[in-house]
C-alpha cells in the first residue's frame, strides 16, 4: 500500500514538474505589452494669432472639441460685410425671382411670330380691299354707261364691304399683336435686369459661404475621440495655414495597435498574420483576437530581459458596441498555437 502511495506521489510530483516545464519551455504570453498608437496633426486651414489654447498634453478629448483659436476679427468684419451687401440684393428681388424659374426670354420669338403672321395676313386682305374697291368703282362706271344691272352693283358693293371688314378685323389681329410682342419685349428687358441682380445675389451668397467656413476654421476642433500627445504652438503666436500645430492620438483602430514584447526563443512562431489573443488590464469586456502585423528587431524589455518586439492588430474590438480602451493600456497577448 505504502509503495502505491509513493508510485502516485511521485508520478503527481512527475505530472507538476512536467506541467511546470512546460509553461516555462512553452509560455507563448508575452512578456509585457500595452496599448499604443500614432499622432495625427491638426493644422489650421487659415493663418492667424494663436488666441487661446483649450487642451494640454495628455488630456483626452471628445468629437468636436474646441482645442485652440486664431484671431478672428478680420474675417469677422468681412462676414458682416458679405451678409449685408447679401441682405441689399435680396431687398432688390422680387421672391418669385429667388427661384429657379424661366426669364420669360422664349415668349419674344413667339411673338414675333405671330405678329409677322398677321402682317402678311393684313397685306393679303388690303390688296384684296383694294381690288374690291376697285372692281366696284368700275361696275358702277358701267352701271352709268348702261353696260352693267343694277344687281351687279349691289353684288360688287357686297364683296367691297366685306372686304373691309375682314380688312378691319386683320388690322385688330396685327394690333394685338404688335401690342403682344411689345409687352413680351419689354417683360424680357426687365427680366432681364433682375436676372442679372439675380446672379449678383448667387454669386454673393457664395462669398457669404465661404466667409462663414473661413470664420469656423478659425476653431480647430477634435475630428473625433483621442487624446492629445504633442502641442507646439502657443499663445500669442502667429500660426501659418497647414502648420502642424497640435498633435492628437485618435481612439480608432486605424491608429491604435497592441505592442508586446515575446521571448526571443519565440523567434520561430513569431510571423506576420499570427494570430494572438489579447487581455487588457481594466478592460471590461472580452478577450480580443489579433494579428501580428510588425515585428522589430530583438532588443530589451522594459524589465530589463532580452525580447523580440512586435505590434498586434486589434482585429475583434468593436468601438460602438464594447467600452473604449485608450493608448497606455495594459495588455497579455497570447499566440494562439503553441511552439512546434
Given at each position: 500500500?505504502?509503495?502505491?502511495?509513493?508510485?502516485?506521489v511521485?508520478?503527481?510530483?512527475?505530472?507538476?514538474?512536467?506541467w511546470?516545464?512546460?509553461?516555462?519551455?512553452?509560455n507563448?504570453?508575452?512578456?509585457?505589452?500595452?496599448?499604443?498608437?500614432?499622432?495625427?496633426?491638426?493644422?489650421?486651414?487659415?493663418?492667424?494669432?494663436?488666441?487661446?489654447?483649450?487642451?494640454?498634453?495628455?488630456?483626452?478629448?471628445?468629437?468636436?472639441?474646441?482645442?485652440?483659436?486664431?484671431?478672428?476679427?478680420?474675417?469677422?468684419?468681412?462676414?458682416?460685410?458679405?451678409?449685408?451687401?447679401?441682405?441689399?440684393?435680396?431687398?432688390?428681388?422680387?421672391?418669385?425671382?429667388?427661384?429657379?424659374?424661366g426669364?420669360?426670354?422664349?415668349?419674344?420669338?413667339?411673338?414675333?411670330?405671330?405678329?409677322?403672321q398677321?402682317?402678311?395676313?393684313?397685306?393679303?386682305?388690303?390688296?384684296?380691299?383694294?381690288?374690291?374697291?376697285?372692281?366696284?368703282?368700275?361696275?358702277?362706271?358701267?352701271y352709268?354707261?348702261?353696260?352693267?344691272?343694277?344687281?351687279?352693283?349691289?353684288?360688287a358693293?357686297?364683296?367691297?364691304?366685306?372686304?373691309?371688314?375682314?380688312?378691319a378685323?386683320?388690322?385688330?389681329?396685327?394690333?394685338?399683336?404688335?401690342?403682344?410682342?411689345?409687352?413680351?419685349?419689354?417683360?424680357?428687358s426687365?427680366?432681364?435686369?433682375?436676372?442679372?441682380?439675380?446672379?449678383?445675389?448667387?454669386?454673393?451668397?457664395?462669398?457669404?459661404?465661404?466667409?462663414?467656413?473661413?470664420?469656423?476654421?478659425t476653431?480647430?476642433?477634435?475630428?473625433?475621440?483621442?487624446?492629445?500627445?504633442?502641442?507646439?504652438?502657443r499663445?500669442?503666436?502667429?500660426?501659418?495655414?497647414?502648420?502642424?500645430?497640435?498633435?492628437?492620438?485618435?481612439?480608432?483602430?486605424?491608429h491604435?495597435?497592441?505592442s508586446?514584447?515575446?521571448k526571443?526563443t519565440?523567434?520561430?512562431?513569431?510571423?506576420?498574420?499570427?494570430?494572438c489573443?489579447?487581455?487588457?488590464?481594466?478592460?471590461?469586456?472580452?478577450?480580443?483576437e489579433?494579428?501580428?502585423?510588425?515585428i522589430?528587431?530583438?532588443?530589451?524589455?522594459?524589465?530589463?530581459?532580452?525580447?523580440l518586439?512586435?505590434?498586434?492588430?486589434?482585429?475583434?474590438?468593436?468601438?460602438?458596441?464594447m467600452?473604449?480602451?485608450h493608448?497606455?493600456m495594459?495588455?497579455s497577448?497570447?499566440?494562439?498555437?503553441?511552439?512546434?
Amino acid at each position: 500500500m505504502k509503495k502505491l502511495i509513493t508510485a502516485v506521489v511521485l508520478l503527481t510530483c512527475a505530472a507538476a514538474s512536467f506541467w511546470i516545464l512546460r509553461q516555462i519551455i512553452w509560455n507563448t504570453d508575452s512578456l509585457e505589452a500595452q496599448v499604443e498608437g500614432s499622432s495625427v496633426a491638426l493644422s489650421p486651414t487659415v493663418p492667424g494669432k494663436v488666441v487661446s489654447i483649450a487642451v494640454k498634453e495628455g488630456e483626452p478629448v471628445f468629437p468636436g472639441q474646441e482645442l485652440y483659436r486664431l484671431e478672428s476679427g478680420d474675417l469677422e468684419k468681412v462676414l458682416r460685410d458679405a451678409r449685408s451687401l447679401l441682405e441689399s440684393l435680396a431687398a432688390s428681388l422680387p421672391p418669385e425671382l429667388l427661384r429657379d424659374e424661366g426669364d420669360g426670354h422664349e415668349l419674344v420669338p413667339l411673338a414675333r411670330q405671330e405678329e409677322d403672321q398677321a402682317y402678311k395676313n393684313l397685306q393679303r386682305l388690303s390688296e384684296a380691299k383694294a381690288k374690291a374697291d376697285f372692281s366696284l368703282a368700275r361696275t358702277r362706271v358701267q352701271y352709268n354707261r348702261g353696260q352693267a344691272s343694277q344687281e351687279a352693283v349691289a353684288l360688287a358693293v357686297d364683296q367691297a364691304e366685306k372686304a373691309e371688314e375682314a380688312l378691319a378685323r386683320a388690322k385688330a389681329v396685327h394690333e394685338a399683336a404688335s401690342l403682344a410682342r411689345v409687352r413680351a419685349e419689354r417683360a424680357t428687358s426687365r427680366a432681364g435686369g433682375l436676372a442679372e441682380r439675380l446672379a449678383l445675389y448667387r454669386a454673393q451668397a457664395g462669398q457669404v459661404r465661404m466667409a462663414e467656413d473661413m470664420l469656423a476654421a478659425t476653431v480647430i476642433r477634435a475630428p473625433g475621440p483621442g487624446m492629445v500627445t504633442r502641442i507646439t504652438v502657443r499663445t500669442g503666436e502667429d500660426a501659418l495655414a497647414g502648420a502642424q500645430a497640435i498633435f492628437v492620438m485618435p481612439y480608432t483602430l486605424e491608429h491604435m495597435w497592441v505592442s508586446a514584447h515575446f521571448k526571443p526563443t519565440l523567434k520561430p512562431e513569431l510571423t506576420i498574420g499570427s494570430r494572438c489573443v489579447i487581455r487588457l488590464s481594466g478592460f471590461d469586456g472580452p478577450e480580443l483576437e489579433g494579428r501580428i502585423i510588425d515585428i522589430f528587431p530583438e532588443e530589451q524589455s522594459s524589465s530589463g530581459k532580452d525580447s523580440l518586439p512586435v505590434r498586434v492588430s486589434l482585429d475583434t474590438y468593436d468601438p460602438a458596441s464594447m467600452p473604449a480602451i485608450h493608448p497606455g493600456m495594459k495588455a497579455s497577448v497570447r499566440l494562439e498555437q503553441e511552439p512546434k
